[in-house]
């Protein structure tokens, strides 16, 4: 009963640092995404995937990477931490059908000083 | 591309009334899904309800309900007998019914929603 699960949830970097989001789901989703929230932005989608092997770029890709080599885990690589990535991130799952509901992660707060 | 718009950042309600929230989003597509998430103080993104384009009828969960006007582009959520637990930030999002949409939501701003005892 596991759903989707991120770690870490809490993280501090320096600027320049570089660290890897883990994001898990156990229900063999195909779909999975990442987002950035930001204060009063919303949730803003980084990167996705609509399966193993396949990913793209999302509203705002740039400082970030991700693959996906098994349908369980999509990890979000910060390459060069900057300020500017200060923000809560979560991951999300979903079946590919159309009305399916987007189970989220419980995110990971993470300051870049 | 499409746009969602949740145009009052903040609202109140007393507890046991009625508030609705409001959501507008813009699309040229017909076939789409709206959603309203729940985002408590532990941020955990929760699902409240959800409605297909295709339908008239609006749908309704317990003491949730929304008031979908596809012509207006309008998706508004309306709380019942509001509960201290409702307190939480709300935000509505689109996700597209077409191939190379359909993978990801769109949200809006969100909105504080406080309910005072």
């Known amino acids: 009963n596991a759903g989707v699960t991120q770690t870490p949830k809490f993280q501090v970097l320096k600027t320049g640092q570089s660290m890897t989001l883990q994001c898990a789901q156990d229900m063999n989703h195909e779909y999975m995404s990442w987002y950035r929230q930001d204060p009063g932005m919303g949730l803003r989608l980084i990167h996705y995937?609509?399966?193993?092997?396949?990913?793209d770029q999302g509203e705002v890709p740039n400082g970030y990477n991700v693959s996906r080599s098994t349908t369980e885990d999509f990890p979000l690589r910060l390459l060069s931490a900057a300020p500017s990535q200060t923000s809560v991130y979560f991951c999300a799952s979903s079946y590919s059908t159309f009305n399916s509901e987007a189970f989220f992660g419980q995110g990971t707060r993470l300051t870049v000083v | 591309a499409q746009t969602v718009t949740q145009s009052q950042p903040e609202m109140s309600v007393q507890e046991a009334e009625t508030v609705t929230l409001s959501c507008t989003y813009d699309t040229s597509e017909s076939d789409y899904y709206l959603f309203w998430y729940k985002q408590p103080p532990s941020r955990q993104m929760i699902l409240v309800i959800r409605q297909e384009a295709y339908k008239q009828q609006n749908a309704t969960e317990n003491r949730f309900s929304v008031n979908f006007q596809k012509a207006a582009k309008s998706f508004s959520l309306k709380i019942s007998d509001s509960q201290l637990g409702d307190a939480a930030m709300y935000f509505c999002?689109?996700?597209?019914?077409?191939?190379?949409?359909?993978?990801?939501?769109?949200f809006g701003k969100g909105m504080k929603l406080t309910v005072n005892p």
């Open positions: 995937s609509v399966g193993a092997g396949i990913t």
């Open positions: 999002a689109y996700r597209s019914a077409n191939e190379g949409g359909s993978e990801k939501l769109v």
